[in-house]
Structure formats: C-alpha cells, structure tokens
C-alpha cells in the first residue's frame, strides 16, 4: 500500500500563465476565423466570468512530478461547473453564489473514537505538506473533470488524533448555519446558504468512509487548486477528495471529522437508498438505476469515454475490497 502511492497515475501541472495563453489563442482563433466576430457572438460562446472571491497563492506544494496523462481540465470549467447543493442546484450558478462563503476563521473538530480529539484551524491544516495531485474526478451524473488538486493525504491528519481500537469508519460534515459542532468558533449567518427545501437534500451535507479507505494514501483532503487556495464554489476551505469514487463522496467545506464504530449515515444514500450506496466506487457494470454508467462526458472535450472501474485507479485501491460483491454493496 505504501508503494501505491508512487503509482498515482498524475500529470505535470500545466502552468496557469501556459493554460491561459492557450485558451487566449483558441479564443483569437475563433474571433479571427469568425467572418461576423461581433461582441454578441463571442460572449455567447464565452460567457464573462463571474466574479468570485480572489484566493491566495499556495506557496510550497509539491509538484505532481509524473507524466502527463489525461489533459487538465480548464479552470474555467473546474470554478464554473458545481455541485454545491448548499448554494444552488444549477451547476452555473453556483460560483455566483457560493461568493458568500466566509471561509475565515474556520475550524475542523476531530473527533470520536480517537485518542487525542481536537479543533485544528484552517491556518494549522495549510501549514501540513501540501502536495499537488492530479486526478480524474467523475460524477455520478456522468461526467468527468481532471483537477489539479493540492492538499494533503487524510492519513496524515488521522494520525495526529490517534484513531482509537473500536474506529472502523470516518463521518465528515459540511458547514451549515445552525448545526455545527457545540462550542466552535466558525464564521457567523448563514454564509448565504440555502434551506435544504429548496435543495431537495438534507443538511448539513453528511459524508463517509470506512477506516481504511480515509487511511489510503490517495484519499486527500484538499486546500487548494490550480495553486491556489481552493475556490469557494469548490468547497473552501478544505473539502475531501476520493477520486476512485463519484464525486459526491468529495465533501465541501468540512467543519468535522468523526471517527464511528458504526457505518454513519450519509446525505445522497439518505436522500435516495436504491439509487447512490454508501461505498459509489465508480463502476461502469453497475448502472444507476436511472442510467448507464458504463461512459461519460469528459468537460471540454466532445464525444463519451468509456468509464473505468475505480475510476482507473483499481491497480491502487481494489485490494481495499476484496471478497465484496461490488454489484451488492455498491
Ligand atoms: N457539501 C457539499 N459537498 C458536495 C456537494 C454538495 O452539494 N454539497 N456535491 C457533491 C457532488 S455531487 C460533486 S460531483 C462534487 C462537485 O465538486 P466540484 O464542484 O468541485 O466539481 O462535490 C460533492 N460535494
Ligand atoms: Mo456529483
């Protein structure tokens, strides 16, 4: 296990200045090859950014060293495509809304069958190894994303509390106004979070993991992106990255970690049992009910891919479910 952490199948970092400049030739190339290149027709197909809170620089990560293999999605796409229930169900209108998060001061309690239980502030979670990690990020709707991630393994966090004998799983919990762990200090309203009527969902958002699967290297807690600290919309100041699994298991805006004897429970399964599992590795052979799973649309490019099982991380993580009948226990 400790050697699959080499095997990551990640990319170089494409700087953002290269990123840029490649995107402002495309775009120089549709305006000169466009005979009626008027103002209407380009911001139709590049819609103006909307304006979200400037994020800090992360100095001193890790850069993800290995050979590029799947192409970056842009940061565009990444900062203007999201599920954040909390702030609205339209993916596009997300960015907009999610500028009221306040992601300062805030705090993470650790708690549960640890021996050292704990708060740590945001400013102690930055000052851990960060770490650049390129990974495929697939949805359960059907598409996908490759995002250059910083942050650092769970694991390393885990350790600092000392997860006691009885631990088997790991909750995490996203901030939501009125429900957060007694007596911290976490920023004050609502941080212009809707009611969970509207969402359809339950909230505060619930997520979880058993044990082992929080302790594999893979499994991140991410602070950042594109190298810098991580986008409101995508779930600031910290949220959890397992990219072997779909995308909602990626909780945002964590506030607690509590580690359970018991399986918790988790929002989606929740919400809608026979549709998302508790485990939603990512399968192709097992179908929502509602649709294949078996391809995707990848952001920016046109046509499907083919799914892969584990997200293409299997060589890393099957061994985490050996004996289990995936088509059951999904
Ligand atoms: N708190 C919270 N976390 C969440 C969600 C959400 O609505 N609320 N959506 C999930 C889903 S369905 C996906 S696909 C990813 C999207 O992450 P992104 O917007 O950074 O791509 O976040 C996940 N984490
Ligand atoms: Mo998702």
Sequence with gaps: MADSENKIKSSEITPESVYLNRRNLIKAGLIAGTTVATGFGYRFFNPRPVKTVEKAEIENF????????DELTD????????????????????????????????????????????????????????????????CVEGWSMVIPWIGFP???????????PRAKYVAFQTFYPGSNPTGLKLPDGNNGMQSSIFAGISFPYIEGLRLDEAMHPMAILATGLYGKEMPNQNGAPIRLV??????????????RITLTEEQPPTTWNNATPNEYGFYSNVNPNVDHPRWSQATERR??????????????????????YKGMDLTREF
């Design 299 to 320: 952001i920016g490019e046109l046509g499907r891919r083919k799914t892969l099982l584990f997200n293409g991380y299997g060589e890393e993580v099957a061994n985490l």
């Design 62 to 69: 890790q850069k993800s060293g290995e050979k590029l293999t």
């Design 154 to 164: 769970i694991k390393k966090l885990l350790e600092k509390v000392e997860p006691g």
């Design 242 to 255: 397992v990219p072997w699994k779909y995308g909602f298991k990626s909780i945002k805006s964590v506030v």
């Design 75 to 138: 940061l565009d796409d990444i900062t203007g495509y999201n599920n954040y229930y909390e702030y609205s169900t339209s993916k596009t209108a997300v960015a907009a809304a999610a500028v009221s998060l306040k992601t300062r001061p805030w705090k993470v309690r650790v708690d549960g069958l640890v021996n050292k239980p704990r708060d740590f502030g945001i400013e102690d979670l930055l000052k851990i190894d960060q770490e650049e990690r390129v990974y495929r990020f697939r």
